[in-house]
């Protein structure tokens, strides 16, 4: 909850959470998803030494055309240092559950154009632009662009 209020900007909340919003959350939608076969979301903690230091997983994803959007977020106070590093790791964990156990033909991360440093990481892990949605999402006072980037299940 600490990390999304802080990193709200590259994330689609509207809204400061609280304790109370996110219990509900977990009560009313995360909860439920371990009881799906094929549930719309799969989430993880991401460690470090036995300390969650992010979390995120497979979203919005689509079971018949086996594909999953990407989501991650990491303790704040590791982004400067560490961004780089965790992110890489995090898309190769996600890349074996994504590709080796649920056989999905493709991957991707929708992102806000306000964070430039996250295209040079997908980008060494063989990710491609897959497209620009220009003007996409109203931030601020001004629209902004979403950059897809995309990973096709290796052959």
């Known amino acids: 909850m600490e990390w ?30 371990f009881d799906q076969e094929k549930p719309d979301q799969i989430l993880f903690s991401y460690l470090n030494d036995g300390n969650v230091i992010g979390y995120g997983g497979l979203v919005h994803i689509n079971w018949i055309d086996k594909h999953a959007e990407i989501s991650f977020i990491m303790n704040t106070a590791l982004e400067e240092q560490f961004f780089e590093s965790h992110w890489t790791n995090y898309l190769g964990l ?17 992102a806000f154009d306000l964070r430039p440093r996250i295209y040079s990481v997908l980008k060494k892990n063989n990710y491609f632009k ?25 052959v």
């Open 130 to 154: 897959d497209a620009t949605l220009k003007d996409h999402c109203f931030y601020e006072t001004r629209f902004i662009d979403v950059v897809i980037y995309s990973k096709i299940q290796p």
């Open 94 to 110: 996600l890349e074996q559950v994504a590709f080796e156990e649920l056989n999905f033909h493709k991957i991707f991360v929708y």
């Open 4 to 33: 999304r209020n802080e990193q709200m900007y590259h994330l689609r909340q509207n809204n400061l959470l609280s304790k109370e919003d996110q219990d509900q959350y977990f009560n009313t939608v995360v909860k439920k998803l």
